[in-house]
């Protein structure tokens, strides 16, 4: 999930917020008039958080420090699925999809667009982080 919001925060950002703003929304909309960027993102993140729960199921081969771990990078996942609903139907439905803001108005949402979109890019990696601990390799005695 966070690659998508990395790429998002360097490519479309910038594109976003230099130069006439409006100009650059009616761009984008353009450029996303056939698809919508949310069409990959909603299925990976359903699948991230399948496979929590699936990992949480099988609480019992996992240590109660790998437990919380699980745990916490769910949470996190969640926090993020929730920040993504928040920005799409509160800053992406209007402004980009229906562009019934412009100027001044538009730029502030699309910066708190980008705000949000590093606690997206942020918690994910640190969820990854913690779910490495259940990378452990095992020492075998030969």
């Known amino acids: 999930m966070a690659f998508g919001e ?12 230099i130069g006439d703003v409006d100009a650059n929304m009616e761009h984008f909309r353009q450029f996303k008039h056939t698809t919508d960027p949310g069409l990959f993102y ?17 609480a019992s081969t996992l240590s ?13 996942f969640l926090i993020v699925l929730g920040l993504t609903i928040y920005i799409i139907t509160q800053i992406n439905i209007p402004v980009i999809d229906q562009g019934r803001l412009s100027g001044a108005a538009q730029t502030s949402k699309v910066q708190l667009w980008a705000l949000l979109n590093l606690f997206r890019i942020v918690l994910p990696a640190y969820g990854l982080y913690q779910l490495s601990t259940l990378l452990t390799l095992k020492e075998t005695h030969s």
């Open 6 to 17: 990395l790429f998002e925060q360097i490519v479309f950002v910038p594109n976003w917020l």
């Open 42 to 58: 909603f299925p990976t993140a359903i699948m991230a958080i399948v496979a929590h729960v699936l990992l949480l199921r099988k």
């Open 64 to 76: 109660l420090q790998q437990q919380k771990a699980v745990q916490t990078s769910l949470t996190l």
